[in-house]
C-alpha cells in the first residue's frame, strides 16, 4: 500500500517536529551547563583576586620587613 502524498507530508511534518523537539532539549541542557561554567568561572575568578590581593600584603609585608633590618 503505498502512501498518499498529504501522508508523507504529515510524516514528513511529525520528523520535522521531533527533531525540533529534541534540538530544543540539547539547546536547554546547554544553556544549563553553560551556566554553571560561568558561575564556576566566576567563583573561580573572585578566588584568584583574593588570592593576589593576599599575595600583595604579604609581598609588602616582606619589603616592610626588608627596609627595617637595613
Not at 527533531?19 to 536547554?28: F, Q
Not at 558561575?39 to 575568578?45: G, I, K, Q, S, Y
Not at 590581593?53 to 619589603?63: F, G, Q, R, T
Request: aromatic share 0%; no cysteine; hydrophobic share 50%.
Amino acid at each position: 500500500m503505498a502512501l498518499t502524498n498529504a501522508e508523507k507530508q504529515a510524516a514528513h511534518r511529525a520528523r520535522q517536529a521531533q527533531a525540533l523537539t529534541d534540538m530544543a532539549a540539547v539547546i536547554e541542557r546547554q544553556s544549563r551547563e553553560i551556566a554553571d561554567l560561568q558561575a564556576r568561572v566566576a567563583d573561580l575568578a573572585a578566588q584568584l583576586q583574593k588570592e593576589t590581593a593576599a599575595k600583595h600584603a604579604m609581598e609588602l609585608k616582606m619589603l616592610k620587613a626588608q627596609l627595617k633590618a637595613k
